[in-house]
């Protein structure tokens, strides 16, 4: 009886040490917009590196200020160390800093940047995030070459820009389409651009039904926007409009938030997205932030996605299956 109580006492003793070492890390992943594929991406690449390396993604939807607030609250709460963010609101980064300073968890953000009370961003806060202007370049040079392949008249022809500029990553995008737009030989003067309400399809069908009645008359319109929700709307608001899909060359950006109408047994107006890589931001950021609580590394404040490839109907299954994002 006497040896069966040691042994059990050294079985606590060492499962009371291994205790706190085998608990599996737990990290936040809160996303603004859990709606978009991108993001569902993006959480599902944090978990996967989370299986590999042993830790917990705690994902959390973070649509407004309050319920961020609330979500940093929740994951101190329940023992999370640190985690990753696509803020609802740029402008609520020193408020995030601020409480999670407070309750001692670390902060690597992702896609889009902190902004501090003067509007500078917060550079000092880790970010990962794709490479905007370039991007932005891209798809304005890919719908020049694609007007071109329709024969399109530059002078029947404008560009229904709608543009979200509160927010950097999307400023960046659309004022790279218009320079490569204007860089190819686009009239400058047929590029219109509208504010929209709300980063969604119903903020950017709204936004591109008040462009169009400032400009009837136009045979064929390129529409341009920071993601494929923004084009989509566009698109939509043309085929309100009257615009068959021939007349209409919309390529957005995420790739991943294009699937279904890619998949539609018809045409649309939406001719392609520009893919970057959502499975990069997600593993990259999360690993970041699980070496800084776990190594004490610190990380990088500033990593760059680079490269997107253009989709369209003809290739979309193919090149997200190369990227492992099929299904
Ligand atoms: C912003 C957009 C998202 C996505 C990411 C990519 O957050 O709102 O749709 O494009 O950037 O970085």
Redesign the pocket.
């Known amino acids: 009886m006497k040896t069966l109580l040691k042994h059990l006492a050294a079985a606590c003793v060492v499962a009371l040490a291994a205790g706190p070492l085998q608990a599996a890390e737990k990290l936040g992943y809160l996303v603004k ?1 859990p709606e ?1 594929p ?1 993001f569902q991406t993006e959480w599902a690449f944090a978990e996967k590196a989370g299986k590999e390396a042993g830790f917990e993604v705690l994902k959390i939807a973070v649509p407004d200020g309050e319920k961020t607030l609330n979500a940093i609250d929740s994951l101190a709460a329940n023992g999370a160390k640190g985690f990753v963010i ?1 803020t609802p609101d740029p402008k609520l980064g020193p408020a995030i800093m601020a409480k999670a300073k407070s309750l001692g968890l670390k902060v690597v953000t992702v ?2 940047q902190f902004v501090n009370a003067k509007g500078q961003p917060m550079t000092d806060v880790p970010l990962v ?2 490479a905007a202007s370039k991007v932005g370049e891209r798809q304005g040079t890919e719908l020049y070459k694609e007007m071109q392949r329709r024969k399109w008249k530059p002078e029947e022809t404008a560009a229904m820009v709608i543009t979200a500029n509160e927010l950097d ?2 400023r960046r995008r659309t004022d790279g389409a218009m320079a490569a737009l204007k860089a190819a030989g686009f009239p400058a003067k047929q590029i219109f651009t509208v504010p929209t309400k709300s ?1 969604d399809i119903p903020g950017a069908l709204d936004a591109g039904n008040s462009l169009l009645v400032q400009h009837p008359g136009v045979k064929n319109w390129l529409v341009v926007g ?2 494929d929700n923004t084009v989509l709307g566009g698109v939509r608001a043309t085929e309100g409009n009257g615009f068959k899909a021939e007349n209409v060359i919309g390529i957005g ?2 790739g991943v938030d294009a699937v279904n109408e890619l998949s539609k047994s018809k045409a649309t107006g939406f001719y392609g997205s520009l893919l970057p890589s959502p499975d990069v ?1 997600g593993r990259t950021s999360i690993t970041m932030l699980h070496d800084w609580v776990v190594k004490g590394q610190e990380p990088k404040k500033f990593v760059e996605v680079t490269d997107a490839v253009l989709i369209t109907r003809d290739n979309f299954r193919e090149e997200l299956k190369k990227k492992g994002l099929g299904s």
């Open positions: 917009q978009e991108w696509c896609d889009d995030m794709m990553t999307a980063n920071m993601n950006i995420n931001h």
